[in-house]
């Protein structure tokens, strides 16, 4: 059994900083991609940042590209995502996800329950 739990969404004024972070738990072998989405109301979730297993490379949405870093750290299977400069559009419901493989070597991909981020004034 796996969990991913995210933590650190909130309330911040447009122009702000927050950082999210998501620890997965559980019957874990190794973490291939970790990855952030996003799903404002009444719209589809997107992609916002992913990172690969060794966290050296990453790839961004381009509405959030030199706001947004993801980061990971592999000894605590948790992943990041800094946001700063915040913007009203960026309100939306996090997700995070990750691709874990198991000690049989089967991956599988894990979702998030979500936090909420909320930039308003």
């Known amino acids: 059994q796996v969990q991913l739990v995210e933590s650190g969404g909130g309330l911040v004024q447009p122009g702000g900083s927050l950082r999210v972070s998501c620890a997965a738990s559980?019957?874990?072998?190794?973490?291939?991609?970790m990855g952030w989405y996003r799903q404002a109301p009444g719209k589809q979730r997107e992609l916002v940042a992913t990172?690969?297993?060794?966290?050296?490379?990453?790839k961004y949405a381009d509405s959030v590209k030199g706001r947004f870093t993801i980061s990971r750290d592999n000894a605590k299977n948790t992943v990041y995502l800094q946001m700063n400069s915040l913007k009203p559009e960026d309100t939306a419901v996090y997700y995070c996800?990750?691709?874990?493989?198991?000690?049989?070597?089967?991956?599988?991909?894990?979702w998030g329950q979500g936090t909420q981020v909320t930039v308003s004034s």
């Open positions: 996800n990750a691709a874990i493989i198991n000690f049989n070597g089967v991956e599988y991909m894990y």
């Open positions: 559980g019957t874990i072998f190794s973490i291939n991609a």
């Open positions: 990172t690969s297993s060794g966290g050296r490379t990453s």
